[in-house]
């Protein structure tokens, strides 16, 4: 897509330093008002930001037209920049913004969130933008939509090794509507860049493939004609400005202190008379004084319906995985017409995504090593279209990832993230492949819903539910191949009359001795255990808790009509579904005996059931510590 504007006017051209300065003005009271935030690079960053504003293919009267192009922030502590742009171009009230910002209920945050229009991507971590445009792009690209990515970065957050990723990433896949901006102020929170990490952001670029233009970061004519010839190049471009930290003010400029540090009331006043603006200051501690927050949305434009087509029914002994990336082949093909995407970190063989690969590879992106790109890109990427998977062993996807993940949720992204060798059943690979861990991360994040199936059959049922709902989830697998659970008849128990439901627990088996809580991998192998007690005359509840993060009230207060609860996983028995379980029962003021099996300490190398065993988590193990603890009830 060209832009509307081959170039501005001559006379929109020089009404562009007039705008900066009042920019420049509104960015120095917002920090001044807060005491707080980041005017240095808020005042190098401004003049690229304003001529891209205006050249763009954006309205501010229609700021979610699909077709836009968009603008992606990476450093978003340059928060003051971008709503004093956005405010100028009529996106909304420049006063409001001053007004709110950093102020506990505004939207106008510390750094940039997408709930203030014209922001595309929340940013308060450096190095990520880059990830997410490149999800975007390829969103975008996915959707037949001719338009521009634009991502504006710092340089001192080049020192990103994530930045690498992302950058062969945008080459790979030939992002050519991608188009980034650097600010080269060479200064930083320590010092100048080149002493506090020195690289060499140009070549680096250049190695990776992509075009580097180097421009006056602070000359209009010089980012416009760099901005021109960026859309029309035919591979990733970036344009590196040399800029002047605190650009405008005389005191500030050059200097690193003001790269998080606002001017006082005294400074204010004569950086003010520097660039010609009045010092109203007093107007807007008014209105700040008066100001009422405004309500966020988060309702996604999406669409996520979907023919889920016809489940699965395993009857033979089988692994999660395998049952995860049958159904994913089965909702490719059933929904040709319909945008996907599979991301993969050089695992497709392992994690079962080999399958969508073969029948939409156009849609299967690899990634390499590159996991921290890879979740955001995958995250940022299903804000555009619906149907975004990324799958991963537990270590990398969930463990080494959690950051990248927080990020989506703070997004509000659509990701299904499907993890494979999780918990102990990695076997031979030993305790630094052990994701043991997944449930401590991600209770912590607010939007996440975390599903575990307990066998192939349910893995396949929740493959095709997640696959219609909008909002992040992670569904953590084993390695294992399993047996297939029963119903008392001999039937599978997540048979066709099956329905998944977030939030509800499956009852294996009813007793009325003690209760046996489980999730995951060990599902079938605590249903084998009560089935065994029963010979001796134990009669155990067992309970498939396959969504942890929201505990089915009646399970628990049912289970716990026993006496005795035992909760059963292979995840950190700190932070597991022990604990979850305990929080619940003082929640609901449940007097009951809990005791918890787990993993307590890392484990080591060998077959999984030998890793089991080492852990006291096999079968004999457990079964006689349970009739060790009901002798003593």
Excluded at 299 to 309: T, Y
Excluded at 390 to 408: A, C, K, M, P
Excluded at 469 to 486: A, D, T, Y
Excluded at 547 to 574: M, R, W
């Amino acid at each position: 897509m060209e832009f509307t504007k081959a170039e501005l006017t001559a006379q929109e051209l020089q009404n562009l330093p007039a705008l900066a300065k009042l920019a420049r003005g509104a960015i120095l009271k917002m920090t001044t008002l807060a005491a707080s935030g980041h005017p240095g690079g808020s005042m190098s960053t401004i003049d690229f930001l304003l001529m891209l504003l205006n050249l763009a293919n954006i309205d501010p009267e229609k700021p979610k037209w699909p077709e836009r192009d968009r603008i992606i922030v990476s450093h978003g502590h340059v928060s003051p920049a971008v709503y004093a742009a956005l405010a100028l171009k009529g996106y909304f009230d420049l006063d409001q913004a001053i007004a709110g910002f950093r102020l506990a209920g505004s939207r106008y945050e510390g750094h940039i969130e997408p709930e203030v229009p014209g922001v595309e991507w929340a940013s308060g971590n450096l190095g990520q933008g880059l990830s997410a445009a490149c999800g975007v792009a390829l969103g975008c690209r996915q959707k037949g939509i001719d338009n521009h990515v634009f991502v504006l970065m710092g340089d001192g957050e080049q020192q990103k090794g994530q930045l690498g990723e992302a950058r062969r990433f945008a080459v790979k896949y030939k992002l050519n509507n991608l188009i980034g901006f650097i600010d080269l102020n060479g200064l930083q929170i320590s010092g100048q860049t080149c002493q506090v990490m020195p690289q060499n952001i140009s070549a680096n670029y250049q190695a990776d493939g992509w075009k580097v233009l180097n421009i006056d970061g602070h000359d209009f004519s010089e980012i416009q004609n760099a901005i021109l010839k960026a859309v029309s190049a035919q591979i990733p471009t970036v344009i590196i400005g040399r800029t002047t930290m605190g650009k405008g003010v005389s005191f500030m400029e050059n200097q690193e202190k003001f790269h998080g540090s606002a001017l006082n009331i005294d400074q204010l006043e004569i950086a003010l008379k520097e660039l010609g603006l009045d010092n109203d200051l007093e107007k807007y501690r008014i209105l700040r004084k008066k100001f009422h927050p405004e309500p966020n949305r988060h309702d996604s434009p999406l669409s996520f319906n979907l023919n889920i087509g016809k489940p699965r029914i395993y009857r033979d002994k089988t692994d999660n995985r395998s049952a995860w990336g049958n159904a994913l082949t089965d909702l490719a093909n059933a929904n040709q017409n319909i945008p996907f995407a599979v991301f993969d970190c050089d695992l497709s063989g392992s994690v079962k995504t080999s399958g969508f690969a073969a029948v939409r590879p156009d849609s299967f992106y690899q990634s390499g090593i590159s996991e921290h790109h890879t979740a955001v890109a995958a995250g940022a990427m299903s804000k555009e279209i619906p149907h975004v998977f990324f799958s991963d062993f537990g270590v990398f996807g969930i463990s080494e990832t959690y950051n990248q993940h927080r990020l989506n949720d703070i997004n509000h992204t659509n990701l299904k993230l499907i993890t494979t060798h999780v918990g102990l059943d990695v076997g031979e690979d030993g305790k630094t492949h052990q994701c043991i861990d997944y449930l401590g991360l991600f209770s912590n994040l607010f939007h996440f819903r975390v599903i575990i199936p307990a066998d192939p059959n349910q893995t396949d049922k929740v493959i095709r539910f997640i696959s219609t709902r909008k909002g992040n989830f992670l569904v953590p697998l084993g390695r294992s191949k399993l047996e297939i659970i029963e119903d008392s008849s001999g039937e599978p128990f997540f048979a066709d009359d099956y329905s998944f439901e977030y939030g509800q627990a499956d009852l294996f088996k009813d007793g009325s001795d003690a209760a046996l809580l489980t999730m995951g991998t060990l599902a079938g192998k605590a249903l084998a255990i009560a089935r065994e007690l029963e010979t001796e005359d134990i009669h155990l509840q067992v309970w498939n808790l396959s969504c942890p993060l929201a505990l089915d009230k009646n399970a628990i207060l049912q289970a716990a009509s026993t006496g005795t609860i035992f909760t059963y996983e292979d995840h950190n028995v700190n932070t597991g579904i022990g604990s979850l379980v305990a929080q619940k029962m003082v929640e609901l003021g449940i007097n009951c005996r809990l005791v918890k099996f787990g993993v307590s300490d890392y484990a080591g190398s060998g077959r999984s059931e030998d890793v089991f065993k080492g852990a006291k988590l096999d079968f004999d193990h457990i079964k006689n510590t349970i009739i060790d603890n009901l002798k003593k009830k």
